[in-house]
């Protein structure tokens, strides 16, 4: 089915918001296609790591309605030769450069097409000459405002591949009876998100996480323990997290991105 556009873009970037590379991009979305809906999903992903965008975008686009284009730019290798993908998976359509950000959606969408942007279509939109250091202004900007405003599909704008660099993030394991998994991100509040999802905790009664050689109690909201006291909790997308009820749980424990983490049952812990 062609894609539908509503109109609506999401933008996920490294960029930070002190210079004026996330304005220059709406700006140029906005020459193109005055009518578009613009949310920014985040621009402080750390520098360069397309792993947590990717772990982001995967857990926020459902929340967009159909015929969003999500755009998302973390792009170290940018005017070298590394493709941008245009993918269309559920009425929506994203695109990133192939380095691994849009892996973690791919991974787990039952369908998806995939496109492989074509450079010489370029000129097709006046785009000529794009810089050599800021495509997410020169290339993604006015695509995806073509794409929003339904002048192109996904399918003009390359040829259609299977392939995509796999995802930076290693998918949590099972060794023994535990689920191991990582931190990927720690939220504006201290709070440590890791990449245990709500489905990975099915074997367990009782389940019980680690970290930083403590063990926590699996909560359901914050104001179940006092202020200052940590805990886990499945957090609103799905996820263990891990806290410290009107604190930083990053200051306090030491914790940031990458930091390893387990869960295990409780039951047998105890013991």
């Known amino acids: 089915m062609p894609f539908e556009p509503c109109g609506v873009i999401t933008l996920t970037t490294d960029f930070g918001l002190r210079d004026p590379f996330v304005a220059t991009m709406k700006g140029r979305i906005l020459a193109r296609y005055p009518r578009a809906s613009i949310v920014d999903i985040t621009h402080d992903v750390p520098a360069y790591w397309p792993g947590e965008a990717g772990f982001w975008l995967s857990r926020s686009w459902r929340y967009f309605p159909d015929g969003s284009v999500h755009v998302a730019v973390i792009d170290p290798g940018v005017g070298t030769r590394r493709d941008i993908i245009v993918a269309a998976h559920a009425t929506h359509v994203f695109m990133a450069p192939d380095n691994g950000l849009l892996a973690p959606l791919l991974d787990e969408a039952a369908t998806h097409r995939i496109y492989r942007l074509n450079p010489q279509l370029l000129q097709r939109f006046s785009l000529d000459a794009p810089s050599a250091t800021f495509h997410g202004r020169d290339i993604f ?8 405003a339904g002048r192109c599909q996904p ?27 990582v931190i990927v991100t720690v939220d504006h509040f201290g709070n440590l998100i890791t990449n245990v999802e709500r489905s990975h905790l099915s074997r367990f009664t009782q389940p019980v996480v680690h970290a ?3 063990r926590f109690a699996l909560r359901r909201t914050y104001g179940d323990v006092r202020a200052g006291e940590y805990l886990a909790l499945l957090n609103a997308f799905g996820v263990i997290e891990l806290a410290r009820a009107e604190r930083s749980a990053a200051e306090g424990l030491g914790l940031g991105r990458g930091a390893p983490v ?8 105890s013991q």
Not at 262 to 269: F, H, K
Request: charged share 20%; aromatic share 4%; proline share 9%.
């Open 212 to 214: 930083a050689g403590r």
């Open 155 to 181: 399918e003009d704008l390359g040829e259609p591949t299977s392939e995509y660099v796999p995802g930076w993030i290693e998918e949590p394991h099972l060794i023994g009876q535990a689920v191991h998994g």
């Open 262 to 269: 387990s869960v295990t049952e409780g039951l047998r812990t």
């Open 141 to 148: 900007a006015p695509l995806a405002a073509e794409l929003a």
